[in-house]
């Protein structure tokens, strides 16, 4: 909980000339480039799934003009760019590295069975194998790129396998927890903790956080014998996010610390939600839940300000699917006007306080309300202190505005 200190008379006095002189939201108002549509290879349909540190590189899949899907990877200077394939006609991209340099995904080869793959402009989409199967897809990678995590069918049917890969070891198999299945969906940025799905042989399949020192870690669910999601692990691992079922049987999104345990976040009014990226630090969770009118929709959750909707291209549904380091930016997709689901950037500005994709008087009403209630979420400096220093931080970002 941030401390508070005096706001000084000056800052006071400032703060009523201010409301004074700034105009009603409607005069005083710039829209930001929050919302991107980042196209397709000529199709009607898109997806973003993963986005780098910075938020400058955002990977995914796409239509092309014969309707076949095509993993892609985009920037602001590139565009979208079809990264290839390994033999089938398809590929589906599903996490990149922190630098926006080595991609990871699922393509089929050209008998048609499944592989993981990792993508380099040096040497392109390259196969990584099975754990003995005939199928596996590759999930999330390492900040670097050299550990990469996913799904993999194992040569004793029907089993199937989380795996971590790296270039030396190759392909190796976390095992489950005393059932059949197992999935790996996340991983920390240095590659050292594994987040996933497991198996108990027991008819449901709880969510597991992997380490090489403690093996596979039941971390339960939301009620007990029902099943549930690690989906994605901050940077050093120790939060922890994903889907879980309650005990009414609805899914809903979780964030997970050691101290806290499992902690259901809510919804968007709706009765489900999911969780499916988190930032580096852990406070910036992304996903995407039901509405009060059972629309699904891309969601952006805060300690400090719980779950919000980030909207959509102009049709009625969004999904978020990725974040970057400092949740800043939000990649997923987002259906347009034509109901057409579309890969959608969100850029979340830091003056945008109430985050409706406008900066305006009305984020600056909205500051002054939460400082004078000594609200955390006035802590604009996150430097665990409301105070006028929050102010004036705020007072320059509005002005910088986008």
């Known amino acids: ?9 000056a800052a006071t006095s400032l703060l009523a ?39 400058s590189v955002v990977v995914g899949s796409a239509d092309n003009q014969s309707g076949q899907r095509r993993a892609f990877r985009w920037s602001a200077d590139s565009g979208i760019l079809d990264i ?44 990584l194998g099975t754990l003995g199967g005939d199928y596996s897809g590759a999930f999330a990678a390492s900040a670097d790129g050299t550990v ?12 199937s396998g989380a795996f971590h890969w790296t270039a030396a070891a190759g392909m190796m198999d976390l095992g489950a927890l005393g ?58 691992g120790s939060v922890i996010v994903g889907r879980a079922i ?9 964030r997970w610390t050691p101290v806290d345990g499992m902690l259901d976040l809510g919804t968007l009014g709706g009765t489900e939600a999911e969780a499916y990226a988190v930032s580096a630090d852990g406070s910036v969770i992304v996903g995407n839940s039901l509405d009060a009118a059972s629309q699904r929709r891309a969601f952006r959750w805060t300690q400090e300000r719980g779950m919000h909707t980030l909207g ?23 259906r347009n006007p034509a109901e057409q689901p579309r890969a959608c950037r969100w850029l979340i ?3 945008d306080f109430n985050i409706d994709f406008v900066i305006n008087s009305q984020d600056f009403f909205d500051f002054i309300t939460a400082l004078f209630a000594l609200d955390p979420v006035a802590d604009f400096n996150a430097d665990a202190a409301i105070n006028s220093q929050d102010f004036f931080d705020f007072l320059a970002a509005i002005f910088a505005a986008c």
């Open 1 to 9: 909980m941030p401390t508070s200190s005096f706001i000084p008379p």
């Open 17 to 55: 000339s201010l409301a004074l002189f700034i105009t009603p939201a409607s005069s005083f108002a710039q829209s930001c480039p929050a919302r991107q549509d980042l196209g397709t290879f000529g199709g009607p349909t898109s997806t973003a799934t993963g986005v780098c540190a910075d938020g």
């Open 84 to 127: 290839g394939d390994l033999g089938g006609q398809t590929s589906f991209a599903d996490s990149v590295s922190a630098d926006g340099l080595v991609v990871v995904g699922t393509a089929p080869i050209s008998t048609g069975s499944f592989r993981a793959f990792r993508w380099t402009v040096a040497h392109g989409m390259v196969n």
């Open 148 to 159: 990469i995590v996913g799904y993999s069918w194992t040569a004793v049917i029907p089993e």
């Open 179 to 236: 059932g059949g299945y197992s999935s790996a969906f996340g991983i920390s940025a240095d590659g050292t903790v594994v987040v996933g799905s497991a198996s108990t042989g027991l008819g449901h399949s709880p969510a597991f956080r992997w380490t090489v020192a403690d093996g596979m870690q039941n971390l339960g669910s939301l009620a007990p014998d029902t099943s549930a999601e690690a989906r994605a692990a901050s940077a050093d």
């Open 246 to 254: 309650n005990a009414a049987g609805q899914i809903r999104a979780f």
């Open 312 to 334: 959509t291209l102009g049709g009625s549904r969004s999904l978020a699917w990725g974040v970057s380091a400092d949740g800043s930016v939000v990649v997923g997709s987002a």
């Open 349 to 351: 500005a830091p003056a």
